[in-house]
């Protein structure tokens, strides 16, 4: 082999190199795991000194008797501005899908990058079938 073809040889990876691409492996899941750890220990002090988490006060709170006329208020009725958006946007969608059609139907054919392919095709035949 002649040595003008030779690569040069990579840097030699230090014991800083390896530690800097190494570390994250082990750090990020210890930092989670002691985050995890610490919040499960004040939740269990909290519940032996007899403390309440919001999730409990949620969870243990009184609620009355569910009925469907309730539901159908809370859910349509005092959020119908949710609604009617989902309508706009649902709207919105289409019309933008249409024009992407449209669009892509009008470059058909039109290509630069495969000019030579499409010089090959024989006049009067659909480009999408080559």
């Known amino acids: 082999r002649s040595q003008l073809c030779t690569v040069a040889p990579l840097p030699q990876r230090t014991f800083?190199?390896?530690?800097?691409?190494?570390?994250?492996?082990?750090?990020?899941?210890i930092l989670a795991g002691g985050v995890i750890y610490i919040d499960w220990n004040h939740t269990r002090e909290w519940k032996?000194?007899?403390?309440?988490?919001?999730?409990?006060?949620?969870?243990?709170?009184?609620?009355g008797t569910f009925t469907v006329g309730y539901w159908l208020r809370k859910t349509f009725w005092e959020k119908?501005?949710?609604?009617t958006a989902s309508v706009a946007v649902y709207w919105f969608?289409?019309?933008?899908?249409?024009a992407g059609m449209a669009k892509a139907s009008m470059?058909?054919?039109?290509s630069r990058m495969y000019a030579n392919?499409?010089?090959?095709?024989?006049?009067?035949?659909?480009?999408?079938k080559y």
């Not at 969608?93 to 249409?98: E, N």
């Not at 392919?117 to 999408?128: C, N, Y």
Request: aromatic share 16%.
């Open 16 to 29: 800083w190199y390896h530690l800097r691409k190494h570390l994250p492996v082990y750090v990020w899941p």
């Open 48 to 63: 032996a000194n007899g403390r309440f988490s919001v999730l409990d006060e949620q969870l243990l709170g009184k609620m």
């Open 80 to 83: 119908k501005h949710y609604w």
């Open 93 to 98: 969608g289409t019309c933008w899908d249409r």
């Open 107 to 110: 470059m058909k054919g039109h």
């Open 117 to 128: 392919r499409l010089a090959a095709i024989p006049k009067g035949a659909d480009p999408w």
